[in-house]
């Protein structure tokens, strides 16, 4: 092809800009739905970027707030404990006072295992004390088996050490003296 020829067919569409094509469409009506492809195409990658540093701030405030509660989670039963040890020391403050009685310092002692108890439970330490019932060896250790005649056959006898479940789960089971 010669050049003329290359020079007049690049020129046959710019002539025809304004006119209308095949489809019935016109170029500055093509040209403004492209600008407007090219506008919704760029704002939804900002939402895709904006969405995108969202779930990165999430993901670092939740491991934070997961590091915390790691590092923090015994703090209010720590708080609860706090009580015990100061009504200890307000009992062993007493007992060794003058005027204190052995009925006085046994009182403050119950009192103190009773708030220590019940600080116990309010965090679901429950404890295993199985006096007069069957044996359970999920629940209670046998330390020893002692012939009983009239009474029931592997019940439990005594407690020697008390167990504690924590919600449920066994922490400690409780040492135990078993009719045999």
């Excluded at 939402?47 to 939740?62: D, G, V």
Aim: proline share 3%; no cysteine.
């Amino acid at each position: 092809m010669t050049k003329k020829k290359e020079q007049k067919t690049q020129k046959t569409p710019s002539k025809k800009v304004n006119e209308e094509l095949s489809d019935g469409s016109n170029i500055e009506d093509l040209a403004s739905q492209l600008e407007e492809a090219q506008q919704s195409a760029k704002d939804n990658w900002d939402k895709l970027l904006r969405s995108q540093a969202e779930m990165e701030n999430l993901k670092r405030r939740t491991s934070k707030d997961l590091e915390n509660a790691h590092k923090f989670a015994l703090d209010g039963f720590v708080k609860a404990l706090l009580e015990v040890s100061d009504s200890l020391s307000m009992g062993l403050k007493s007992a060794k006072d003058e005027k204190a009685t052995l009925e006085n310092t046994v009182e403050g002692l119950e009192l103190t295992n009773k708030v220590f108890g019940s600080t116990l439970e309010k965090f679901g330490v429950e404890t295993v004390s199985p006096v007069g019932e069957k044996f359970d060896p999920e629940l209670h250790e046998a330390v020893t088996m002692v012939p009983m005649p009239e009474k029931k056959s592997n019940t439990v006898l005594e407690v020697i050490q008390t167990g504690f479940t924590l919600n449920g789960r066994l922490v400690r089971p409780a040492l135990v003296i078993v009719v045999q």
